[in-house]
């Protein structure tokens, strides 16, 4: 196999830090292993995130999201572990993650979870006629 799950995030520099815009990004096929059971768990994660000087480079955020594959996590504390790697890489001014898990035992979860930047205000919403 000639890539490999890594914890490494790499980044590239912002092409517009003068301004403020968000980034979407969908994960769908995220899984790690019940620390409980030992069975695997499913989840579809959605990062939004308003960048500063820097942006997460999206094969390197694949092969992070699969590193997690073989490790056992709780869906509270492994989203919680994700933003924060991923902020300690890209500082962001703004950064939400949501965790949306598959059923397990008849019970949906879903995890949110957020950084903002000290002093950083989001621009009014906009509303178009």
Known sequence: MSTRPSKE????????PQRDYTIRIDLPEFTCICPKTGQPDFA?????????????ELKSLKL???????????HEAVTNKILEDLVAATEPRFMRLTGVWNVRGGVYTTVIVEHRQAGWQPAPKVELP
């Open 44 to 56: 579809q994660f959605k990062i939004e995130y308003v960048p500063d000087a820097k942006c997460v």
């Open 64 to 74: 992070y999201m699969w590193s997690y594959r073989e490790e056992g996590a709780f």
């Open 9 to 16: 995030l790499d980044t590239f520099p912002n092409p517009n």
